[in-house]
Nanobody, 122 residues
Framework: QVQLVESGGGLVQAGGSLRLSCAAS????????MGWYRQAPGKQRELVAT???????NYADSVKGRFTISRDNAKNTMYLQMNSLKPEDTAVYYC????????????????WGQGTQVTVSS
């Protein structure tokens, strides 16, 4: 019903930048809060940043001042601009969205993308 597709991951040197995108498609009535999460090998998935439908943002302390989350509601797309990358940012990055579909307008459900690998070399 809903697909979230991340793109923009890759290999970058420490201090470099990457921009991730998450495009939502399918039978979407509306999208509420969207977010980026990441999971490093051997670690639990953790919150990176979230953004509400009106643009209110929240960041993990570890990325504040370096990462910027944004979204284009007209395109159902969310972005994560990552600057000053560190080796500890290496992880699979997942997007998440709270979505109402046309078949369930009365309730929100959470959807996940398949993830995109970000590797930061020292």
């Amino acid at each position: 019903q809903v697909q979230l597709v991340e793109s923009g991951g890759g290999l970058v040197q420490a201090g470099g930048s990457l921009r991730l995108s998450c495009a939502a498609s399918g039978s979407i009535f509306s999208i509420g809060t969207m977010g980026w999460y990441r999971q490093a090998p051997g670690k639990q998935r953790e919150l990176v940043a979230t953004i509400t439908s009106v643009g209110t943002t929240n960041y993990a302390d570890s990325v504040k001042g370096r990462f910027t989350i944004s979204r284009d509601n007209a395109k159902n797309t969310m972005y994560l601009q990552m600057n000053s990358l560190k080796p500890e940012d290496t992880a699979v990055y997942y997007c998440n969205a709270k979505v109402r579909t046309y078949s369930s307008v009365g309730e929100y459900n959470y959807w996940w993308g398949q993830g995109t690998q970000v590797t930061v070399s020292s």
